[in-house]
């Protein structure tokens, strides 16, 4: 068996190395496994690791960093591969590019069954892992909880892994926006962009327990309606900007290509009209947060609501009459809530619509 790992993303090449392995010794629990690095490793060496063996038994060869081979030892691995041992699954690990394209092509030619392992640069990728990390340990994950979880822990996707595992060994296996903020206190919503992002959906429910939660742990007001305004205004200028590939539209936006394909998804469902009305609710919040009220956080709730059914509706007179309904009603509901005591049981703070 031939096996040509290509990226240099750690933890999906160790992923690649050990399910290679792990098919090796389902087949035979005794089959031997040995890593060497392509750099220090001689064509001499290499023969004589994947000369028969007088026991018999699978073995299982990972020259890792296959791009830092020597030229002799290139010619090896090639001159192998034409006639491989069915005894011996060969791993090699490639980073990809210019370097060593020779041995990976050569390897792909001779039917090296092809893993890729490149580094996930898009922020549509880690997402997609997060979800697809969860799926494989058993549990089912919404976009909007990978999402938070993104936020809350980072890029890293060891530290990802590391975090779906743990969740998934802690929960029942569903996970949602509100699983990440009870696991991820003081970590999910510090920078209130998870209140914005639900916002945007109409997700008043997820935006209310994001806005509480970091309400609660102290994050400052400001930041918050900040990050509501910066969300208004990111779909706004991308849906203005029409369709298009997100990389084609990041230079003339000024925005990270992620970002804008955020705001195309949370784009559907605006028209221009609930736009203007979402502006005009994020600017009056905003005024209230920053000195014009003596409750801040009654002035980001009632903003949440406002944003909220601003979205999808035609605008004028209606868009205005169902911010000022969300304003008035359901805002003061969600402040009852909301001053329900910060102690013990949370759910002393659920608000209308099905918050939390």
């Not at 997402?127 to 494989?136: I, N, W």
């Not at 209130?192 to 939660?213: I, K, N, Q, S, Y």
Request: proline content about 4%.
């Amino acid at each position: 068996m031939l096996c040509l790992v290509i990226g240099d993303e750690e933890l999906l090449v160790e992923r690649a190395v050990a399910d290679v392995s792990a098919v090796a010794r389902a087949g035979d629990p005794e089959a031997d496994v040995r890593q060497l690095a392509a750099a220090a490793l001689a064509s001499g060496e290499l023969d004589e690791v994947l000369s028969p063996s007088l026991f018999g038994g699978r073995r299982v060869l990972v020259v890792r960093d296959g791009q830092d081979a020597k030229k002799e030892l290139s010619a090896a691995l090639l001159r192998y591969a034409q006639e491989p041992d069915p005894d011996v699954c060969l791993v090699v690990t490639h980073a990809g590019g210019a370097k060593g394209k020779a041995l990976a092509d050569g390897l792909r030619a001779a039917g090296a069954t092809v893993v890729t392992a490149a580094r996930l640069t898009r922020h549509r990728e880690r997402v997609d892992f997060v979800r697809d990390e969860l799926t494989r340990l058993g549990g089912r994950c919404t976009e909007q909880a990978a999402e938070a979880l993104l936020v809350a822990v980072g890029n890293d996707l060891r530290e990802l892994a590391a975090a779906c595992s743990q969740l998934i060994a802690d929960t029942d296996g569903r996970i949602t926006p509100e699983t990440v903020a009870r696991y991820y206190r003081g970590r999910a919503e510090v920078s209130g962009f998870t209140v914005a992002d639900a916002a945007m959906v109409g997700d008043v429910p997820a935006a209310l327990e994001a806005l509480r939660w970091a309400l609660q742990v102290g994050v400052d007001p400001v930041p918050i309606a900040d990050a509501l305004a910066d969300g208004v205004r990111t779909v706004a200028r991308v849906a203005a900007a029409g369709r298009g590939n997100a990389y084609q539209l990041a230079s003339s936006l000024g925005m990270p290509a992620w970002k804008i394909e955020r705001a195309q998804r949370q784009a559907r469902g605006w028209s221009p009209e609930g736009l203007v009305d979402a502006m005009r609710a994020a600017a009056e919040c905003n005024a209230a947060v920053k000195g014009g009220s003596d409750d801040r956080g009654y002035a980001l709730e009632a903003a949440v609501f406002a944003v909220s059914a601003a979205r999808g509706r035609a605008g004028g007179e209606q868009a205005g009459a169902a911010r000022g309904r969300a304003g008035g009603e359901q805002a003061g509901a969600g402040r009852r809530a909301s001053r329900a005591p910060a102690t013990g049981d949370r759910s002393a703070g659920r608000g209308p619509e099905g918050g939390p």
